[in-house]
T-cell receptor, first 114, second 112 residues
């Protein structure tokens, strides 16, 4: 257990559905991340939040909408996804700045778009 | 730009040493990491090295950094079946930087 919890672990959704992925950490980390992991491709950084403020949007399509209500919680809202969006979505968190740490990852949400 | 590259597969015999290689493009990278991902799990940090170091050893793991060539390697001594996993190389610029850039991962398989 890394202290970063993602729910759900598995999600199957149709292309017209709306769903949300949740990530939670109570490690006191200030930065939170969404990564997409597809087969045989580098881990793709999607979004970064630092103290609840979005600091990176890596040209992610608008059908992915992140939300960070506080430093402990991060959401990824999904709507009108495509089959090629099927992947493992990983959340991570870390401390940045003085006393920085490595990134701690959740177990991921395996998303299948049908 | 920022890019981290690794070979996709490595197969070694049980008991031998495994060497996983990584190259990166950003010469200002300060922190270089090795993560391990077991099936069905997220990534877990194995070890990391600062760019002002050439080598770091931690039990069976040895990390070598050639900053001039922007080349990082992870050596696992006496490889065991439990070492089967995907190994990711990653880099970030400094402690305040938000971005951590990952490679595609190297799948290590162990043969008897």
């Amino acid at each position: 257990e890394t202290g970063v919890t993602q729910t759900p672990r598995h999600l199957v959704m149709g292309m017209t559905n709306k769903k949300s992925l949740k990530c939670e950490q109570h490690l006191g980390h200030n930065a939170m991340y969404w990564y997409k992991q597809s087969a045989k491709k580098p881990l793709e950084l999607m979004f970064v939040y630092n103290f609840k403020e979005q600091t990176e949007n890596n040209s992610v399509p608008s059908r992915f909408s992140p939300e960070c209500p506080n430093s402990s919680h991060l959401f990824l809202h999904l709507h009108t996804l495509q089959p090629e969006d099927s992947a493992l979505y990983l959340c991570a968190s870390r401390v940045t700045g003085a006393g920085s740490t490595e990134a701690f990852f959740g177990q991921g949400t395996r998303l299948t778009v049908v | 730009g920022e890019d981290v590259e690794q070979s996709l597969f490595l197969s070694v015999r049980e008991g031998d040493s495994s060497v996983i290689n990584c190259t990166y493009t950003d010469s200002s990278s300060t922190y270089l990491y090795w993560y391990k991902q077991e099936p069905g799990a997220g990534l877990q940090l194995l070890t990391y090295i600062f760019s002002n170091m050439d080598m770091k050893q931690d039990q069976r793991l040895t990390v070598l950094l050639n900053k001039k060539d922007k080349h990082l390697s992870l050596r696992i001594a006496d490889t065991q079946t439990g070492d089967s996993a995907i190994y990711f190389c990653a880099e970030s610029k400094d402690s305040s930087a938000s971005k951590i850039i990952f490679g595609s991962g190297t799948r290590l398989s162990i043969r008897p």
